[in-house]
């Protein structure tokens, strides 16, 4: 089979949890499924079961947690341009501005120094991008919201199993969302959950996540409806499925023995074969932290990033690019702001293929070729 940049691990077990929604329950919409994938992302975090918030995507778990926290007529969120264009699209969809920041030239993280002189008194929240599932500094992040009187929304969408000096991502903080669409560390097809350490904040978002119904989900969870409900906000149809959360339910059981281990022993082994190699470069990380990679972006430096992209497209090995940075979007400014180290990592950053499904020796493959591709 051909290698593959990314892919979902789904199998036999995921697929007879589906059809036991479709053939025995038939019941697809919101209902007890989702409401045990919450019970079992909250056990696996070790938190209360009111603060999770399952939803349809990860860019949703966005939009809700920044439109919970947003002041009326909109405001500022402070977010690294080095991420997936939909930290931008929530903010925007929120009616907020997302002000793009540096980030950090040896993690991708974003730069503290740099957003604190794009603070404005508009600035109302800070969303740190765990890069390549990287928490790096997130207690300085914290500190710095604490400093300013932020809110911080965490775009924790590449860090599902990851902890930062100890503690589970999404077992402590303020929002902090997560993503489980297909490639992510954990999938529910599409699928995404927001959590709150602020009960208002999550009853807000519960609501909003189905039309801003009042108490809606917490009846569809006991098989019931409201019939007579009342709305005082805008809501928006972004609730989990049965089908979505009975698939995730199953690959949350995996990830422990299975996808943890496998994607960390990957990465563990690109790390031991391009040790040394002239020219590549990892992102830095912190041995304090727990790292479950999502993706695996090296800097390729001296300029050397499309011969070697080039090389292993000839042989069939395909790479990716995490991310162009949102700065440079026409949407988001086109390139208006001046973010150096981003736009220096930028022309660096090759990512190399990492998912379950690769065997040691397809590693080893892709490793050769980029020593080949850098000596040639
Ligand atoms: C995947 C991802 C998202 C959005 O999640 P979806 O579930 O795909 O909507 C947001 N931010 C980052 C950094 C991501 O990688």
Known sequence: MALRLSRSIVGEAEARAVSRVLLEDGYLGMGNEVRLFEEELSAFLGISAQRIIAVNTGTAALHLAVEALAPRGGGEVLAPSLTFVASFQAIAAAG?????????????????????????????????????????????????????????????????????????????????????DGIKNITSGEGGCVVSFDAEVARRISDARLLGVEGDAQKRFAGARSWDPDVTRQGWRYHMSNIMAALGRVQLARLETEFIPARRALAARYREQLAGVADIAFLRTDPADFIVPHILPVRVLRRRKDAVKNALAEKGIPTGMHYKPNHLLTYFGGGAACLPATEQLYSELLTLPLHPGLSVQDVDNVCVAVQLALTS
């Open 96 to 180: 907020c501005t997302p002000v793009a920041c540096d980030c950090l030239p040896e993690t991708g993280t974003l730069d503290l120094k740099d957003a604190e002189k794009r603070l404005s008194s508009k600035t109302f929240a800070v969303m740190p991008v765990d890069y390549a599932s990287n928490p790096w500094q997130l207690d300085e992040v914290y500190d710095f919201a604490t400093r300013k009187g932020l809110r911080v929304v965490e775009d924790a969408a590449h860090a599902f199993g990851c902890l930062s000096r100890g503690r589970k991502i999404g077992s402590f903080g303020d929002l902090v969302c997560f993503s489980f």
